[in-house]
T-cell receptor, first 117, second 113 residues
Framework: KAGVTQTPRYLIKTRGQQVTLSCSPI?????VSWYQQTPGQGLQFLFE???????NKGNFPGRFSGRQFSNSRSEMNVSTLELGDSALYLC????????????????FGEGSRLTVL | GQQLNQSPQSMFIQEGEDVSMNCTSS?????WLWYKQDPGEGPVLLIA?????ELTSNGRLTAQFGITRKDSFLNISASIPSDVGIYFC?????????????FGKGTKLSVKP
């Protein structure tokens, strides 16, 4: 079955602009998580969505937001871009469960590499 | 917040050698996971551990969930060139508003020149 698809793969923006990244999870997966990966900080959790609801949020400013649609596809948005937002943004999906905790067994996409100039 | 110390940061391997890496934390986790990331790709899950003391293998890979729940290690036996990449440990707690993964900074495996 198709894996996690992220678009766009690469993009360049300038400071102050905003960006929207898209993620299509594996068919049947209802949980979508977003992570930011930088050489200095490594992989940092942004947020997790399940059934269109944000279940968890990491320690990122309010400029970082996301949403999930009824078909489980997710988008994340970063407003008022700063140079430090340059990173690889990874989306990961998992089956998820209403009753149980979020599983750590994540399936990652190839990422969207954002460069802010 | 919780942090994971992963070591070594990098290592060189020669084909056929065994490789060991580990991860420690100042706080406990309910789940430990090991991922591998190849250049230009997202991390791929190698092994998931759910119980303190658990030892799990996946082919030439073996990982253990430390008894104290504050550490985990990964061994790769008889390394081959395709083992090159970055290996990440990750810990997870759940309950309340938690559930996200905390990742180590990674161990980069390269081929010995």
């Amino acid at each position: 079955k198709a894996g996690v698809t992220q678009t766009p793969r690469y993009l360049i923006k300038t400071r102050g602009q905003q960006v929207t990244l898209s993620c299509s999870p594996i068919s049947g997966h209802r949980s979508v998580s977003w992570y930011q990966q930088t050489p200095g900080q490594g992989l940092q959790f942004l947020f997790e969505y399940f059934s269109e609801t944000q279940r968890n949020k990491g320690n990122f400013p309010g400029r970082f937001s996301g949403r999930q649609f009824s078909n489980s596809r997710s988008e994340m948005n970063v407003s008022t871009l700063e140079l430090g937002d340059s990173a690889l943004y990874l989306c990961a999906s998992s089956l998820g469960s209403l009753a149980g905790p979020p599983t750590g067994e994540l399936f990652f996409g190839e990422g969207s590499r954002l460069t802010v100039l | 917040g919780q942090q994971l110390n992963q070591s070594p940061q990098s290592m060189f391997i020669q084909e056929g050698e065994d490789v060991s890496m580990n991860c420690t934390s100042s706080s406990i986790f309910n789940t430990w996971l090991w991922y591998k990331q190849d250049p230009g790709e997202g991390p791929v899950l190698l092994i998931a551990l759910y119980k303190a003391g658990e030892l799990t293998s996946n082919g030439r890979l073996t990982a253990q969930f430390g008894i104290t729940r504050k550490d985990s290690f990964l061994n790769i036996s008889a390394s081959i060139p395709s083992d090159v990449g970055i290996y990440f440990c990750a810990g997870q707690n759940y309950g309340g508003s938690q559930g996200n993964l905390i990742f180590g900074k990674g161990t980069k495996l390269s081929v010995k020149p």
